[in-house]
């Protein structure tokens, strides 16, 4: 990521672990949902809560998964 470029970044405290962040990403890159595709991965710990939220080097930063949190666990920065 480039300097000055928007981030988005998540809070694993805050995810219900619903994977609608997900969903909405794959749907938005490739048109069909498949949590597998989309750009960022919910993390679960041993005790099966969400514990981190990934992002992969290829996120635009485009803020589909930001508006669709109904955690607001993702904030676009």
Known sequence: MAAGQAAVVGDGR???GCLICQM???FRMYKEFNPAKAQ???LFGEDGNPSEIV???DCEA???CV???PRQA???Q
Do not use: P
């Open 14 to 16: 805050k995810c219900a």
């Open 24 to 26: 909405v990403c794959s």
């Open 40 to 42: 960022l991965t919910i």
């Open 55 to 57: 992002f992969k080097e």
């Open 62 to 64: 485009c803020g589909t």
């Open 67 to 69: 508006e669709y949190c």
């Open 74 to 76: 993702l904030v676009l």
